[in-house]
């Protein structure tokens, strides 16, 4: 028996969703302690969650970051691109108004230096009355067939994620991103910043200085990298995500080089990036000495309790980069990024 037009289209945002959930933001990740399993104020909000809608007849839908039925509440949170997505942003807003959903954007940045405020303007939008749905004259957006009290859009556990999360409704690779703005430099840093390494997700390819530089000719961009290790396994992953993350922003041609003059060093990483390093439980590489023996020899502190008491156990982590550690203060195992 062949599928339903409706629940076809749930199929497809299954499949898609399911795989993008794996790879959240690091901002997602960072809003997401702060909501998941009803810690904020026994609220239930669930990630990456469909909303579906008739846009000019074709049913389709949007992905809103995170979202509290009990509320009708979408939240979003917008990284630098979305500087020059505003049209489309308040399109697709106006678009979830008029099913009486209420949508709070919150920027990246705020969300990463500040979580505490960020919750507690979500609080004071929880205690107000709803605004009324808004709706524009001769729209035809926001006749669901699928409505938020349908039984398919409502069902729990499917496991839905975004269809690129950060951007409801983006565009796929190759399609139009349907804007009339040139391209610059600084929005295809903006994209890239948001690539995470695949190894240690908790930073971006940029702090990671794998990109060196970048330059745009119409829409056709040129991208340099570097490894941090000669034969990376992770290197034709990252070449794909990045190839993928500037189509959706209009890059028609995207060419990626590798470079090794200079080589890639830990010393390029900045203080920031080696204590975002330490906070997710990795110990930052010591900074390259004249003998590089020197630096792999230098004792690891523990990112947990802070000791310098450790003793390595493998010169071999989970990747080529790094090494294993045990620390014998509190007794916690820990990676430490090598020195090279």
Known sequence: MSLSRDQRLLQVALN????????????????????R????????????????????????????????????????LDGRIHERMKERDELRTAVINDLGIEVMRFRNEEVEMGLSSVLKRLAGK????????????????????????????????????????????????????????????SAVWSELAEIQDPEIPVLSLVEMKIIRSVSVENEEVSVVMSPTFVGCPALDHMKDEIRARLKNIGCKEVKIAMTFSPPWSTDMLEEATLEKLRVYGIAPPPRVQQVLTDSLNTPARCPFCGSDHTRMQSAFGATLCKQMYVCENCRQPFERFKPV
Not at 163 to 180: F, T, Y
């Open 37 to 76: 399993a009803k810690r904020f104020r026994g609220k239930k909000f669930l990630r990456q969650h469909p909303i579906f809608v008739d846009a000019h007849g074709k049913e389709t839908f949007y992905v809103a970051d995170f979202y509290c039925h009990e509320h009708r509440l979408v939240i979003e």
């Open 126 to 185: 929880l205690n107000s009355p709803l605004t009324p749905p808004l709706r524009r004259e001769g729209d035809d957006f926001g006749k669901s067939t699928l409505t938020l009290d349908s039984p398919l859009f409502l069902r729990e556990g499917t496991g839905l994620h975004a269809v690129g999360s950060r951007h409801i409704g983006s565009p796929q690779a190759g399609e139009s991103s349907g804007l009339n703005q040139p391209l610059t430099e």
């Open 16 to 35: 898609v969703c399911r795989e993008l959930r794996k790879n959240q933001t690091r901002i997602e990740q960072i809003m997401w302690g702060g909501l």
